[in-house]
Nanobody
Framework: QLQLVESGGGFVQPGGSLSVSCRASGFTLARYSIGWFRQAPGKEREGVSC????????YYADSVKGRLTISRDNAKNTMYLHMNNLKREDTGVYYC???????????????????WGQGIPVTVSS
């Protein structure tokens, strides 16, 4: 069974930093394109960052460029989203996702990916 299990998240003040992790089981994450999505209150889920497994190309939404960084640790079969200089508008539920055949640079908001995490809340507030 392919699974992604998220951890981290929580509450942080504006300007602060936070990281979320996503551990894969049942498959080798290094062979998959990976991405992070978020759903802000009252809004649709959107892709914020992803990396394609085919060529390593990376996508970041304009709203997060320079503040969020996606990475993976193949030895731990885990992906990460490191978030710095957080803003109130970064508040939302964050989801990790993976797909064996996803070229994310051209479809960063794709919703029919193979594996999804359960979602983890991030709240940026003073």
């Amino acid at each position: 069974q392919l699974q992604l299990v998220e951890s981290g998240g929580g509450f942080v003040q504006p300007g602060g930093s936070l990281s979320v992790s996503c551990r894969a089981s049942g498959f080798t994450l290094a062979r998959y394109s990976i991405g992070w999505f978020r759903q802000a209150p009252g809004k649709e889920r959107e892709g914020v960052s992803c990396v394609s497994s085919s060529d390593g190309s990376t996508y970041y939404a304009d709203s997060v460029k320079g503040r969020l960084t996606i990475s993976r640790d193949n030895a731990k079969n885990t992906m990460y989203l490191h978030m710095n200089n957080l803003k109130r508008e970064d508040t939302g539920v964050y989801y990790c996702a993976a797909d064996r055949f996803w070229y994310c640079a051209t479809s960063p908001h794709r919703s029919d990916l193979q594996v999804w995490g359960q979602g983890i809340p991030v709240t940026v507030s003073s």
